[in-house]
């Protein structure tokens, strides 16, 4: 079999491309009508309609005249725009202008039809522009009426001047119908402009609109997706190819190859809740983990919904995918941070448990044989001086510790607290006496005043209370020199006012403003007369704000500083209190208390304390031997220290609290240096009554065992206790 060669080929497809050129331009082809071979194949069309009704050589002059005025103006494009064009115009109204003067028959019929032919696109082509219309319709316009001029004496001439009316209608008939043309046009072209505008305006907003909404795809991470149910058609947008790692493509890849991007353990229950959306319609959110093309690990949010067709099936599900990895990141590093904090702050309560554990438990023995010592008689003054220093010292020591604990519960927010009616007067003058010694031994005069109209008792938090108003008078008392002390308060709108003012050195202007901050003091410098760790009047501020006040420094009329504050109070009626409910109190003369310590000093001293005032005192080096103890013999009270070694504190109350044994009814208090208020709550909660901090007050120990030696747990209560 014979096969054709390139060579071949190639004459096929050049002949077929010229027989098509030929048949756009012989039938006017959109792609052909202005052309110079269309232009030609008009002309010589013209021509040969004339060649047989004149002498040859005239229509070979006209159509080398044409040619050659068709070939200028092609060269002088655009064409219609230049002389060329109303000369070719001129041309063709000679043609006609012959053929429908000096011919009948046929040619006169074609000489009109070429003059509407000419004109009608002179008009199509130059509608738009008046002046241009005018000029190249000059032509065959003055043919026209030159012809009809001719046309109107020939009536006259042969008596038939009726028909001069036939000519002028033709006339305005072919006039109007140009003029509609080109209105016609020109409405339709400014129709088409318009409607071209918009179109571009449209399309300029909508390019903006999808710029914008790219934009913020981007910045928020988000992408959306079509999906059509019936032909299984995905669609993204760039977000989502992004967020995939993929370059934007005609489609998306299908359900299966999509899967494979995200984590094997999740892509069973992601296809699940998409074919689960196809066909009932119930939007999802999942939180998935994808591995995109260059192997990063993001983490995305997937949100699908569906749309419904009028027959209420699902026709197409959309939604959208947000990268979340950062706000993971973010999330992860706040928990880590969190933990850290937390950590952190476990360590400070700890490290600060154990500090005020190591620091209280050698305080009890040197404030309490110090105490013991003082009252001793036949001390000699020498002797007596060195113990009151000793003390003095043991006591700042412990102000210095229990500043820190209560800056540190305030900052963590664990101060509760525990308002109850108190006499106010009384309140006051103790506060005043606790420092008459000291205020003597400067040459100070105390003085307080209560406002006349202020209730004699008051609701409140008593005991922080008179946190506050000590450290102000202590303060006062540090820093005056001569002259006076006052302590006033009053009652106006629910609030108690108390006011401290002295006559001492007072504070600078510029730096009251650091008065109340933690760890600041006035004379920071290493040469400072007074001590302090800075955190006394931080502590004010805390409790004063926590009690619903405020407190601030005014300096005082005649020098000095004045300290005011102000607690939310209510007035109290004292009768009203209502005592512990407890049962019957057994009296006695002595009490017989079991003191349980791994302390030898600790023991002693509580029991030099005790025995002091007729009680008697059985002892306990650790937790096993008091719960042996207490199992052989009933006691009045039992003061259990917490952290011992073996069996601790805790375990020991909770075993001597068994209702079984001797004393499941006897009162058990802490007597332990751990005092945060975590470790009194744990006190509680293993079946004890109260609790002492170390080191040991002589008042508040003696208070104690009057309270409860004589006092038996009813069954509810024990049962309480020991839960």
Known sequence: MSRAGPKTNDQQGTRRRRLAAAYDTLLASPFQVHGLTARLAFSIAVCLATLPFSPWLLPLVWIAVMAGLAVAEQRNAPPGRNLF???????????????????????????????GVVMFEIVARDYARPMRLAINMSPMVGAMVLVQALCGWFLLDTGQPWRLMTVAATSYVVFRALRTVQVDLARARLELADASARAQAD??????????????????????????????????????????????AASAPGLSEQLT??????????????????????????????????????????????????????????????????AHVREAALLDAKLQAEAAAEAKAEFLANMSHEIRTPLTAINGFAGLLGEMDDLPPTASAYVRRVDTAGQTLLAVVNDILDFSKLEAGHVALSPAPFALAPFLDDLTAMFAEQARAKGLTQTGEIDPDTPAALNADAGRLRQVVVNLLGNAVKFTEADEIRLEAAFR????????????????????????????????????????????????????????????????????????????????????TDAPTRAAAIAGPAAQVLVVDDLDANRELVRAMLQAIGHEVIEAASGAEAVLLASCRPFDLILMDLQMPGMDGFAAARIIRDPSG??????????????????????????????????????????????????RLDETEAERAEA
């Not at 903006?208 to 079509?226: S, Y």
């Not at 229950?269 to 074919?275: C, D, G, V, W, Y």
């Not at 007074?530 to 009690?547: A, D, F, N, P």
């Open 85 to 115: 064009a109303w000369l070719q115009s001129a041309g063709y109204a000679a043609a006609a202008f012959y053929l429908t003067s000096f011919e009948t028959g046929a040619a006169q019929t074609f000489g009109v039809t070429l003059f």
């Open 203 to 248: 399309a300029r907003t909508i390019r903006e609109t999808h710029r914008i909404a790219l934009m913020a795809e981007t910045m928020a991470g988000v992408g959306h997706w079509r999906a059509d149910i019936g032909s299984g058609v995905i669609t993204w947008s760039e977000g989502v190819y992004r967020i995939f790692g993929l370059a934007p």
């Open 261 to 326: 991007f995200f984590d094997p353990s999740e892509r069973d229950a992601l296809e699940t809740q998409f074919r689960t959306a196809a066909v009932s319609g119930e939007p999802f959110e999942m939180t998935l983990r994808l591995t995109r093309t260059d192997g990063a690990l993001r983490h995305v949010v997937c949100h699908g919904a569906a749309e419904l067709g009028a027959d209420g099936q699902v026709e197409t599900l959309f939604g959208a995918v947000m990268d979340v990895t950062e």
């Open 493 to 576: 709108d629910a609030r108690l006012h108390v006011a401290v003012s002295d006559t001492g050195c007072g504070v600078p202007p510029e730096k009251r403003q650091r008065l109340f901050q933690r760890f600041s003091q006035v004379d920071g410098s290493i040469s400072r007369r007074h001590g302090g760790t800075g955190l006394g009047l931080s502590i004010c501020k805390g409790l004063v704000e926590l009690m619903g006040g405020d407190i601030a420094m005014v300096p005082a009329e005649h020098g000095g500083s004045v300290f005011r504050f102000h607690v939310l109070a209510a007035p109290a009626d004292l009768a009203a």
């Open 662 to 711: 001797a004393n499941g009814a006897t009162p058990i208090i802490a007597l332990s240096a751990d005092v945060l208020p975590e470790h009194v709550g744990a006190t509680a909660a293993a079946g004890m009554n109260g609790h002492i901090g170390k080191p040991i007050s002589a008042t508040a120990l003696i208070g104690a065992v009057q309270r409860w030696s004589g006092v």
